[in-house]
């Protein structure tokens, strides 16, 4: 997987912007930050639930590790090379579901199941 694969399924949620942060890029829905990408574009960092965070890791320990913020377990690091573009998706999903007003998880989702 490369940065223009991860922009695309990113990008391809509602109301999803891309902005600097720091000297990562963030993707973010109405301000919040669901997802990084390090200035080299070869990890992604995904900010979803534990139990997402444990699947990830145990389906593709060679891709996937946690990601710490402190003592906080708060995602998943996501090494792009040889990701599995499937599981990038899914994590981008259930991180953008986390931060998403809920009318429009509920719209989309509306929408997408049709």
Do not use: Y
């Amino acid at each position: 997987m490369d940065e223009t694969e991860v922009r695309t399924l990113a990008l391809g949620l509602p109301e999803t912007r891309e902005q600097p942060h720091f000297t990562m890029t963030s993707f973010r829905v109405r301000g919040s930050i669901f997802a990084t990408m390090t200035p080299e574009r070869d990890q992604l960092h995904v900010f979803v639930p534990e139990d997402d965070v444990h699947d990830a890791v145990s389906e593709s320990a060679e891709t996937c590790e946690e990601l710490w913020w402190g003592q906080k377990l708060d995602g998943v690091k996501v090494t792009l090379e040889g990701a599995d573009p499937g599981l990038v998706n899914t994590l981008l999903i259930a991180a953008w579901r986390q931060k998403a007003p809920k009318k429009l998880v509920a719209d989309w989702l509306e929408n997408t199941s049709a």
